[in-house]
């Protein structure tokens, strides 16, 4: 017998790649923090021998789910300002809050409190794009999760940088720090078309050229947005950003909720991906993403939650469940976007878009083991025909109880082994009182 690592027994295991599979009594081997097989459970017993067993008879394994798009650190600011319109939340409550409390202090805990919420969902990468992203890092390391940390670039000063200039030169410290790390990389993060100007985005895309990382940001997430640009510079975000040489592979568009059809098609055609956020949306009424639309085209679509400020959770069951409801009712189909697809966005669709689905995003011999457990043993998870479609409709994030990142065991049973959560909170506490008494 073969000595290993881990050896889980699942009830059931999704692998996502290939597609629209579900493995019963089926286990995986894990070693040196990779799978190294899938295969049923009986043969497992008698090839492989480990002192780590896991026996999930009641659950699901999937591969860890991917945040493709957060703002960390701002679950802080999470229920401060809810029920409003996108410009006015951003102008007269969010900015200023920002302004006033920020800080490396501010991020380290925020993003923190992210990043065990995550982990108890079931995420396992989560893609950032926020101030201090050297913090963020450092907090992501030392949780042990999976994550692409965006160097934030805006043409006004903030307590992170005072230019367009020095956001990306200290954003390329943080590449250079962390450009070998086995979980930690780094992507481009220009926060919108209205708040960077032409000179800084031209550099971005020579700079991401060189360095084959990505391009993370909000491009058409309102109407305003759209009208400003035209009025601005006489074309909408999207031309902009092609006539800059964005439009690429390496570019990673969220939100997108307000597209043409000649639109969609150029951007599948120039192998963009694009994230969708359907909850933040719905709460600051944004508009709706073409998902059908944008995937019948061959184009690649993602799943994010957005802040916390704006969703109010970093939940990806909630994600998974919303993006696949909504995406019916807008393309009045009942078939647009089955469960299996809303799991493949929030799994291997997120990995390619961040450009790591050749570690991660799947159940596949040769990647991380990145992993998460569902328990569908519940009465509420009753009868279960097919397993994907309880994951996505009737289970929720309440229903993970163990998550492993590169083999390392991040939840076991419901409680965090890298995280203090009762630090978390108390710190949490602080925070709020401060803000609270403003």
Same mark, same amino acid.
């Given at each position: ?94 900015? %200023?809050?920002?302004?006033?409390? &920020?800080?490396? !202090?501010?991020? #380290?805990?925020?993003?923190? $409190? /992210?990043?065990?919420?995550? *982990? ?69 993060? %220009?926060?919108?078309?209205?708040? &960077?100007?032409? !000179?800084?985005? #031209?550099?971005?895309?020579? $700079? /991401?050229?060189?360095?084959? *990382? ?87 679509? /993602? ?136």
């Amino acid at each position: 017998m073969q000595n290993i690592d881990t050896l889980i027994h699942a009830r059931w295991i999704i692998p996502v790649e290939p597609e629209n599979i579900v493995h019963e009594n089926y286990s995986l081997a894990i070693h040196e923090g990779h799978i190294i097989e899938l295969l049923p459970t009986d043969q497992a017993k008698e090839k492989y021998l480990s002192r780590n067993v896991q026996n999930l008879t009641e659950h699901a394994l999937i591969p860890g789910l991917i945040n493709t798009h957060t703002h960390a650190a701002m679950s802080l600011f999470r229920g401060l300002s809810d029920d409003l319109p996108l410009m006015e939340w951003l102008n007269d409550h969010i900015w %200023p809050a920002e302004g006033k409390w &920020v800080n490396s !202090e501010f991020v #380290q805990d925020g993003t923190e $409190l /992210a990043i065990a919420e995550m *982990i108890r969902g079931g995420t396992t990468t989560f893609s950032d794009m926020y101030f201090f992203p050297d913090v963020a890092a450092h907090v992501a390391d030392k949780s042990g999760i999976r994550a692409v940390v965006g160097m934030i670039i805006i043409d006004f000063p903030t307590v992170w940088a005072s230019s367009a200039g020095e956001y990306i030169s200290k954003g390329l410290e943080v590449n250079e720090r962390y450009r070998h790390h086995p979980r930690i990389t780094t992507a481009f993060a %220009p926060h919108a078309p209205y708040t &960077v100007s032409d !000179e800084p985005l #031209q550099q971005i895309n020579t $700079l /991401a050229e060189q360095l084959d *990382i990505p391009v993370h940001i909000h491009l058409h997430e309102t109407d305003d947005e759209i009208k400003q640009s035209i009025e601005n510079h006489k074309e909408r975000p999207l031309q902009r950003l092609t006539r800059l040489g964005l439009l690429s592979p390496r570019l990673i568009a969220v939100h997108m909720t307000h597209l043409s059809d000649d639109e969609i098609s150029q951007v599948a055609q120039a192998g963009a991906h694009v994230v969708h956020c359907p909850e933040s949306n719905l709460k600051l009424a944004s508009g709706f993403c073409p998902v059908h639309k944008i995937m019948s085209t061959g184009g690649n679509v /993602a799943l994010g939650t957005d802040g916390a400020a704006s969703n109010n959770d970093l939940d990806m069951f909630g994600e998974m469940r919303t993006a696949a409801l909504l995406a019916k009712a807008v393309a009045n189909d009942a078939s647009a976007l089955p469960a299996e697809c809303a799991l493949k966005m929030a799994t291997l669709n997120g990995a390619q878009a961040l450009g790591i689905d050749d570690k991660t995003g799947s159940l596949k011999a040769g990647k991380a083991a990145d992993i998460t457990a569902v328990h569908l043993g519940s009465l509420e998870n009753q009868p279960i025909y097919h397993p994907v479609s309880q994951i996505v409709y009737t289970s929720g994030r309440h229903n993970v109880t163990d998550v492993w990142v590169a083999g390392q065991h991040l939840l076991k049973s419901g409680m965090l082994t890298t995280l203090n959560e009762d630090k978390i909170k108390q710190k949490t506490m602080r925070w709020q009182t401060c803000i609270a008494e403003e």
